[in-house]
Every structure is written in structure tokens, then in C-alpha cells.
């Protein structure tokens, strides 16, 4: 599967971005899509994840601030990121694998990142 991340940019604290990932779809279902983040210098960090019902995931650095979505016609996934602050900032990358994976950075296919920089 191929995955494009999108939207990222420069914001100030307290703003609001969202990201977009264009896949290729998925003939044979998935189990999770999602986003994970790395920020220079840093290890991997899941941040929210959708499963193909419907439900989602966030881990706790991003609950309440982030919501993911998918718009399934249109075989794309959405980071909507609200309240950003300045520790949010790293490149996103929007990935497939199960939820739990996703959420601790692991992921099976992931897309080019897209970055996000929050100013304080």
C-alpha cells in the first residue's frame, strides 16, 4: 500500500492543523491506519489510530487535542490537530498496521512524513 502525508506546516501555539493521507486503498481490508510521529533526535511515538470499524485510539500526549478520521470513498485519513503546542512538533508519517502497533511506532508500510512545527 502507498501512503502520502500532507498538510503539515509552521503554527503558533494554541493553533490548529490538519494533516491528510492519501492511500491506495486496500483490497483486502486492514486492521489499523493511523499516524505516528518523530520529532529530531527522538525515538518514534504513535499518536492515534482508526480501526476499519470505525474506532479510535490516541495516546494519552495527544487526547482530547487530536481526533483521526477517515473518509473512506476517498481513501483518506485525517489528523485534525487542535491546541497544538510546541512539544507536538516532528515529522508525522500515517501508517497501517493494528492499532496497539501503531500506538508504540511500529508500523508495517508507512508514507513520507509531513512536518509539523509548533512555535512557542
Known amino acids: 500500500v502507498q501512503l502520502q502525508a500532507s498538510g503539515g506546516g509552521l503554527v503558533q501555539a494554541g493553533g490548529s492543523l490538519r494533516l491528510s493521507c492519501r492511500h491506495s486503498?486496500?483490497?483486502?481490508?486492514?486492521?489499523?491506519l493511523g499516524w505516528f510521529r518523530q520529532a529530531l533526535g527522538k525515538s518514534r511515538e504513535g499518536v492515534a489510530c482508526i480501526t476499519s470499524d470505525g474506532s479510535t485510539r490516541y495516546r494519552d500526549p495527544v487526547k482530547g487535542r487530536f481526533t483521526v478520521s477517515e473518509d473512506i470513498p476517498k481513501n483518506t485519513l485525517y489528523l485534525q490537530m487542535d491546541n497544538l503546542k510546541p512539544e507536538d512538533t516532528a515529522k508525522y508519517y500515517c501508517a497501517t498496521a493494528s492499532c496497539s502497533l501503531i500506538l508504540l511506532g511500529v508500523a508495517e508500510s508507512w508514507g513520507q512524513g509531513t512536518q509539523v512545527t509548533v512555535s512557542s
Open positions: 486503498g486496500f483490497p483486502t481490508g486492514y486492521s489499523g
